[in-house]
T-cell receptor, first 118, second 115 residues
Framework: DVKVTQSSRYLVKRTGEKVFLECVQD?????MFWYRQDPGLGLRLIYF???????EKGDIPEGYSVSREKKERFSLILESASTNQTSMYLC?????????????????FGPGTRLTVL | AQKITQTQPGMFVQEKEAVTLDCTYD???????LFWYKQPSSGEMIFLIY??????QNATEGRYSLNFQKARKSANLVISASQLGDSAMYFC????????????FGTGTSLTVIP
């Protein structure tokens, strides 16, 4: 059974703390993604990575950084957590789209981490 | 411009009835894929159905079908014979072949099935 796992389902942190959210996939996928989800705003892309040590900014990268030292693991880091980072964080992975590859494959999601910053 | 637009924040349907969730998209890439995901209250995103831009027929998966109207850039999800367990958020998403790595999501539609 293919899986994307996230290190915590629920997390409570204090303002100013450094926060690490870990994501691991076992499907040998090239691409990994971090989203945040807020009511009425859908999923917003924070960062994605298409290879080890490679990363691209998404729509809302401010206040976040990422690390991908191994293919299966993608970490999201909040350097100094703030209350406006209270949200649901979703990790996902997918295969890459090589030239000529069709159909395009879907993303697989982890269970999500509900982060509360007090 | 929004890549994916879902204009129905909330929908209600009677159990055993069919319901259509709307999705329109915007792309200039001739090769793309459209996806629908379900997110129950537990939070996990569940992949439901996929439609490729070159697919001649509408995709179907059990009680789910995708009403694909390419000229109108529309990819509506149809759920037949609604069940109480269908109550969830539903997200439409798109992936373009030549930008490849990113997925674009709509803001979602909350579906409530009434007994």
């Amino acid at each position: 059974d293919v899986k994307v796992t996230q290190s915590s389902r629920y997390l409570v942190k204090r303002t100013g703390e450094k926060v690490f959210l870990e994501c691991v996939q076992d499907m040998d996928h090239e691409n990994m993604f971090w989203y945040r989800q807020d009511p009425g705003l859908g999923l917003r892309l924070i960062y994605f990575s298409y290879d080890v040590k490679m990363k691209e900014k998404g729509d809302i990268p401010e206040g976040y950084s990422v690390s991908r030292e191994k293919k299966e693991r993608f970490s999201l880091i909040l350097e100094s957590a703030s209350t406006n980072q209270t949200s649901m964080y979703l990790c996902a992975s997918s295969t890459a789209t090589g030239t000529g590859q069709f159909p395009l494959n879907e993303q697989f999601f982890g269970p999500g981490t509900r982060l509360t910053v007090l | 411009a929004q890549k994916i637009t879902q204009t129905q924040p909330g929908m209600f349907v009677q159990e055993k009835e069919a319901v259509t969730l709307d999705c329109t998209y915007d792309t200039s890439d001739p090769s793309y894929g459209l996806f629908w995901y379900k997110q129950p209250s537990s939070g996990e995103m569940i992949f439901l159905i996929y439609q490729g831009s070159y697919d001649q027929q509408n995709a179907t998966e059990g009680r789910y079908s995708l009403n694909f109207q390419k000229a109108r850039k529309s990819a509506n999800l149809v759920i037949s014979a609604s069940q109480l367990g269908d109550s969830a958020m539903y997200f439409c998403a798109m992936r373009e072949r030549y930008t490849g790595n990113q997925f674009y999501f709509g803001t979602g539609t909350s579906l409530t099935v009434i007994p």
